[in-house]
């Protein structure tokens, strides 16, 4: 967890679009089966 505190100010920036997105692809691949 301390390297993800410590990351996390770069991670909100391009980080967290990039999970958005492959959350989103999983929930529709999830919801099309």
């Given at each position: 967890m301390g390297e993800?505190?410590?990351g996390y100010?770069?991670?909100t920036n391009?980080?967290?679009i990039l999970v958005l997105f492959i959350l989103l692809?999983?929930?529709t691949k999830t919801?099309?089966?």
């Open positions: 993800f505190a410590g100010g770069g991670f391009t980080g967290a692809v999983i929930i919801l099309c089966l």
